[in-house]
């Protein structure tokens, strides 16, 4: 059914990215590579992942099938393998994985599909704000609001320049991390003079630690909207959707 081989670090780097969000995951298996989405308990975050064919060195897949995956089981067991080594997988059912890193074999027993919360359909949004910034620099944003508050509010202000703005305010402190153009790879809000939303610091704190290894993350904000992170982590390509705490008036 399926049958692949990949460095190990790249597959943790994805499972990682998962972890983020959900413990649990289905994972599509198709001729051109593998793709998830799944959604949290409380339907705040969503996450999806595009692991193509050619980041694998081997991949066959000669029936599309779906499978489910304990997340924190696979990650722990992949941390058992060299990062460098490679990681061979062959599916012979949709039941039992087998899974080779260097020495260590592992035959391990998968989850039904259907027990799985269902994968959610992306909703398509358009919003007004796109800013692309280091993922060092959004994960010092989020580091630096964790002790002030519970809540961060990210943002785009035109006047009177151009700037990104993640800011926390506590009960008597507050944090603000400011970059403008200079400090970013693009910035810009289409018929606004300024975009913001707030967000959960939690939420964003599991995303972050996945965000800090990409070059580039691009943010997509509106006003009291999802905010849209999407970034690439080796050739995966990775997006989450997190929903707003919206502020009282």
Do not use: H, W
């Not at 998962?18 to 949290?40: C, H, I, K, Q, Y």
């Not at 339907?43 to 000669?62: G, H, I, K, R, T």
């Not at 919360?117 to 580091?143: N, T, W, Y």
């Not at 009960?171 to 910035?187: A, G, P, Q, W, Y």
């Amino acid at each position: 059914m399926f049958k692949g081989s990949i460095r190990t670090s790249a597959l943790r780097s994805s499972i990682d990215a998962l972890l983020a969000v959900v413990d649990e995951a289905r994972f599509n298996l198709t001729p051109t590579g593998v793709s998830v989405r799944a959604v949290d308990a409380a339907n705040v975050a969503m996450v999806s992942l595009e692991l193509p064919d050619s980041a694998f060195d081997a991949y066959s897949v000669d029936k599309e099938v779906t499978i489910g995956l304990d997340l924190s089981k696979f990650i722990d067991l992949l941390k058992m393998g060299n990062p460098d080594s490679i990681c061979e997988m062959d599916l012979q059912d949709s039941s039992r994985l087998k899974i080779k890193m260097g020495s260590l074999k592992y035959s391990i027993s998968l989850l039904e599909p259907s027990t799985i919360k269902r994968e959610p359909k992306i909703p398509e949004i358009e919003l007004p704000g796109e800013v692309i910034l280091r993922g060092s620099d959004f994960r010092q944003g989020i580091k630096a609001s964790e002790p002030i508050g519970d809540y961060l509010v990210v943002g785009i202000e035109t006047k009177p320049k151009e700037i990104f703005i993640m800011e926390t305010e506590g009960d008597v402190d507050r944090v603000t991390l400011e970059l403008d153009k200079d400090d970013l790879f693009s910035i810009s809000v289409v018929g606004e003079d300024a975009v913001r939303s707030m967000f959960s610091i939690e939420y964003l704190k599991e995303i972050s630690k996945v965000t800090s290894a990409a070059d580039e993350v691009k943010l997509k904000i509106g006003k009291d909207f999802p905010i849209d992170i999407s970034f690439a982590v080796g050739d995966a390509s990775v997006r989450y959707l997190l929903a707003p705490r919206i502020e009282a008036d």
